[in-house]
């Protein structure tokens, strides 16, 4: 397995402010915790991923090699329901509930996705991945996040 990471600081500024504001909002609206799980992604854990369920025994788990994991653009969050902050997995919690508050700040939810991927959390602005990914490689990624500040600083 290739390391996950998990730093909050690898995310947009912007980005972490909005999950930080979607973990309130649902710990005040279910009682129940979530975490920021994994945050960016190397291209060799996004291959690992990739060839689950094709080249490597388990569950497909992505259907892509250029994930927004690699711009500081999404994140998987994991369900924290012990009585102590602890990381216990993602499960027994209102998944829907976790949808519906990404989306109410202007974020894509993996839910949504034809693969229901359930913990994915993105921020892509009016953009498509391909036209994020076209922008960093154009101009770099400090480029793209200023685009993006430029989209949710007007209150999105």
């Known amino acids: 397995m290739v ?7 690898l995310l ?5 402010e909005k999950l930080k504001d979607v973990q309130k909002e649902f ?8 975490l920021i799980h994994e945050t960016y ?3 060799e854990r996004q291959q690992w991923l990739y060839e689950l369920g094709r080249t490597r025994k388990g569950r497909v788990v992505t259907n892509t090699l250029a994930s927004t994991h ?3 653009l999404s994140c998987d969050f994991v369900g924290d329901i012990s009585p ?5 997995g993602p ?9 519906a508050i990404v989306l109410s700040k202007g974020l894509v939810w993996g839910g949504n996705f034809k693969s229901r991927d359930m913990v994915y959390v993105e921020m892509r602005g009016p953009y498509t991945v391909k036209d994020l990914f076209e922008m960093v490689e154009q101009h770099g990624i400090l480029y793209l996040w200023n685009k993006l500040e430029g989209y949710y600083g007007q209150g999105t």
Not at 12 to 16: G, H, M, N, V
Not at 27 to 34: A, D, F, Y
Not at 91 to 99: E, H, P, Q, R, T
């Open 84 to 88: 102590a902050p602890g990381i216990q």
């Open 91 to 99: 499960y027994d919690i209102d998944w829907n509930k976790l949808g």
């Open 27 to 34: 710990n005040e609206q279910t009682g129940h915790r979530i």
């Open 3 to 9: 390391k996950m990471i998990k730093s909050e600081n």
């Open 41 to 43: 992604r190397l291209p």
């Open 12 to 16: 947009y500024p912007r980005f972490l």
């Open 70 to 72: 690699f711009l500081g």
